[in-house]
């Protein structure tokens, strides 16, 4: 009789390879069954749609097809009438945004929130400060431990800066920046929190083509290199296309389709509803 063959030890590459499938493998989120009515109107009817670990992925869909409502829901913002939301494998279904934060699940680009009057540095260390639960100005009369956390948050932002090729700008108001800069500028905001899933609400918007593409690559960037999970609502289908692995589409409400880009934006149903709807 032949003797049982040893399990062959995988090279380095093949052990990356099998690292990154039980990582993808992951859910960082699942929503089952997500319902929102306001008053007599569904705006959302029963979604259900999974979100692995490391993707970068896309929820689209034409005007009043239930994106941000579902995005609120998730980033704790609305409840929902009914149905689940999963981080992990905790059930986060109806936790405020302040709890969300906390178990590293942030929404960006909603508004501008960068503070105008004070310089890019600043408005990354507040951001590294609230993370901290640390008023920024106590620093200033407080001893030498805050110090220390302070002097660490700063190095953060200015790696963070650096990063995102942000730096010859770290000394000018926020509120000189342009669109596209102060989309970047949240995400530096985003890299000072201990977040891991990101919902971003329309990076593409309002943003010139040059910087766009900027974004795209820092998206992408902190996605393959820091290992953030994004989720993504965007009109742009060219973003969309670009960075997103797996799309959701929603129409009145609900999961029309899902796959790749190419696969949706070939499906009739798609092209139906985008049609109906007025494509953006
Ligand atoms: P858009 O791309 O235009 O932002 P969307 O896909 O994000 O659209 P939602 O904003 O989620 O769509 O809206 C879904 C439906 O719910 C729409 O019919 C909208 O009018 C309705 N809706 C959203 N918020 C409220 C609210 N607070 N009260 C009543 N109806 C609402």
């Known amino acids: ?31 089952q069954n997500l319902v929102k009515n306001y008053g007599g109107l569904q ?31 998730i980033a704790g913002s609305e409840n929902p009438t009914s149905g689940k939301i999963t981080l992990y494998d905790s059930d ?44 920024i100005f106590n620093a200033l009369f407080s001893g030498k431990k805050v110090q220390k956390r302070e002097r660490e948050v700063v190095e953060k932002a200015l790696e963070s800066l650096d990063f995102l090729g942000l730096t010859a700008l770290k000394s000018e108001l926020a509120g000189n920046l342009s669109g596209g800069q102060k989309k970047l500028l949240e995400l530096g905001r985003t890299m000072m929190t201990n977040a891991t899933l990101v919902l971003l609400d329309e990076p593409g918007a309002g943003v010139n083509p040059t910087l766009m593409l900027k974004i795209i690559e820092m998206i992408r960037r902190l996605n393959q290199e820091r290992g953030y999970t994004f989720c993504i609502i965007e009109h742009d289908m060219d973003l969309v296309a670009d960075l997103c692995q797996k799309i959701v589409v929603l129409s009145e409400g609900q999961v ?17 509803a985008y049609f109906g709807a007025g494509v953006d």
């Open 92 to 135: 986060i279904t109806g936790f405020s945004t302040h709890k969300l934060y906390e178990l590293g699940l942030i929404r960006t680009f909603q508004l501008s929130h960068e503070y105008k009057k004070m310089t890019v540095l600043e408005n990354l260390m507040v951001a590294g400060s609230n993370q901290l639960g640390e008023n």
């Open 1 to 31: 009789r032949r003797p049982p063959r040893s399990t062959p030890k995988p090279s380095s590459a093949a052990s990356d390879v099998y690292k990154r499938q039980v990582l993808v493998s992951k859910l960082a989120l699942k929503v």
């Open 43 to 73: 705006a959302v009817r029963g979604i259900s749609f999974e979100v692995p670990e490391g993707e970068i992925f896309g929820l689209i869909g034409p005007n009043g097809a239930g994106k941000t409502t579902t995005f609120n829901m």
């Open 256 to 272: 029309l389709t899902e796959g790749t880009m190419s696969e949706v934006r070939d499906d009739e149903r798609v092209i139906q």
